[in-house]
């Protein structure tokens, strides 16, 4: 009994000196990128990029749906959501495959500022919970879902919604109906895979995977939701495919 107890207190020190390691590793990353340029001055930036686009310049629908889809706790916990990484880590695990991040849209808007080019994975994800805390700290919740709608990459070249909502439906993003707004909010999980230029089929999936979350997270009717028409991103596709063999 003594043996296992002391094993047990060498595995928890390991632990704990493992823990705070990391933390550090992941820190020095976070304070490295900020000495080069402090939080304010990076928002100061895309604020005042061409491409910029307020909060209230998007239809409610289509913030609704990034909330739905890609953090639904997002108004209700901090710069981290232990109970959404708890549930990404089980829904991993049950189904053998990699379904969930657990990212907060905080965490995302950090990563998209900083640390787009960062290979190393986990001492990124460190920096990010640092980065993730000190947004949460000095800006709203507003503020920060506006700047994740600034700064997420649509696919074909396209960042932010503002480029997006040019490129793919020739129309201001304040002009999005809910079918398009909820194709939008579906691209930015994997834009080389769900961007209507890309694959019609994996789209439309994704566009129901955002209406579903809508659904369970009381922002559509069942009603509402079927109502939505999807024929328009086979347009997008077919003619973006007719360009290319044109150009061909």
């Known amino acids: 009994m003594k043996v296992l ?3 047990l207190i060498i595995l928890f020190i390991i632990i704990i000196v493992s823990g705070v390691g990391l933390g550090l590793y992941g820190y020095t990353l976070y304070e490295d990128k900020i000495k080069i340029q402090p939080i304010a001055d990076k928002v100061s930036d895309i604020k005042n990029d061409y491409y910029f686009v307020s909060i209230d310049e998007v239809p409610k629908d289509y913030l609704n749906a990034i909330i739905a889809v890609e953090d639904h706790r ?3 916990h901090g710069a981290i959501d232990i109970i959404g990484i708890a549930r990404a880590v089980v829904t991993n695990i049950t189904s053998g495959k990699l379904q969930e991040g657990g990212s907060t849209i905080t965490q995302q808007v950090a990563k998209n500022l900083y640390f787009l080019e960062e290979d190393n994975v986990v001492r990124r994800k460190i920096a990010e919970m640092f980065m993730a805390i000190e947004l949460e700290n000095k800006y709203s919740k507003d503020e920060i879902l506006e ?3 600034n ?6 070249g396209y960042y932010g919604i503002k480029q997006a909502c040019k490129g793919y439906l020739n129309k201001e993003p304040i002009d999005m109906n809910l079918a398009e707004s909820t194709m939008m909010a579906g691209i930015p999980n994997a834009p080389s895979a769900y961007a ?5 089929t994996l789209c439309k999936e994704r ?18 939701a079927n109502s939505i028409d999807q024929s328009f991103i086979q347009a997008i596709y077919d003619s973006k495919k007719n360009s290319n063999d044109l150009d061909n």
């Open 196 to 200: 209507p230029t890309v694959s019609a």
């Open 74 to 76: 997002f108004n209700e």
């Open 5 to 7: 107890k002391k094993i």
């Open 147 to 149: 700047l994740y709608i």
């Open 207 to 224: 566009q129901n995977k955002v209406i579903s979350s809508m659904i369970e997270n009381g922002y559509l009717t069942e009603e509402e």
């Open 151 to 156: 700064t997420i990459y649509f696919g074909d």
